[in-house]
């Protein structure tokens, strides 16, 4: 049942903070601000080599309180690194079959990066939880979303770059499972980061 609880909090939420950061201190201070602000989901992206220590001490701090995955995991020897860290979830640039083996083994939500309808199709087929849109999303914006979800309306979707305040409802409009943050939920102290978790809280759970 694991998998199946994480992915529907990562869907009531709708939106995750995704974190680049060296220190245990500054992801602490994100964690606060984006618990309080109503949106406890963070990817620690494992461009950083500390990523994995970072989730086990943030799971070890704040246990079911917040949900923290691992992001830019490229191959199942990373994966499964980051699932015995603690990661709830795995999200990935690209679709990898030996990271979705690794996720359905363990039972963790994964969301592989795919630019095309056959590739989306494979990673699903393969066992993916959410289909991560990206990298075209930065070309083609909201659009690319409609493109999945016209032939393949259950397709679900997880969408990062370029979503802000001011067209967050058109994501949602086109079908947007879980929305990606950046800057917004991870730039600036605990309390501007609450401020703007409220705000994008405030417009998914209008829109739903």
């Not at 995750?16 to 201070?29: D, K, P, Q, S, Y």
């Not at 199709?121 to 959410?130: H, R």
């Not at 409802?169 to 929305?179: A, H, R, S």
């Amino acid at each position: 049942m694991k998998r199946i609880k994480t992915t529907k909090f990562m869907y009531d939420i709708g939106a995750l903070a995704i974190v680049r950061t060296e220190t245990f201190e500054r992801a602490t201070e994100i964690a606060e601000g984006c618990i309080a602000g109503g949106i406890p989901v963070m990817e620690m992206s494992f461009t950083l080599n500390n990523a994995g220590e970072i989730i086990q001490q943030l799971k070890e701090k704040y246990g079911v309180s917040l949900c923290v995955g691992a992001g830019t995991v490229l191959d199942s020897e990373t994966a499964r690194y980051a699932v015995m860290k603690g990661a709830d979830f795995i999200i990935s640039p690209n679709f990898d079959l030996g990271v979705a083996q690794v996720c359905n083994r363990y039972q963790i939500p994964y969301a592989p990066g795919c630019t095309s309808i056959s590739e989306a199709v494979e990673a699903l087929s393969a066992g993916a939880t959410f289909i991560k849109a990206f990298p075209i999303s930065d070309f083609y914006g909201n659009q690319l979303v409609k493109v999945f979800k016209t032939p393949i309306p259950d397709m679900p979707i997880l969408a990062s770059g370029g979503i802000t305040l001011d067209n967050l409802d058109q994501w949602l409009e086109k079908g947007t499972d879980v929305c990606g943050f950046g800057s917004l939920l991870t730039k600036g102290t605990s309390k501007e980061i609450e401020y703007n978790a409220k705000r994008i809280s405030e417009i998914i759970k209008e829109y739903r």
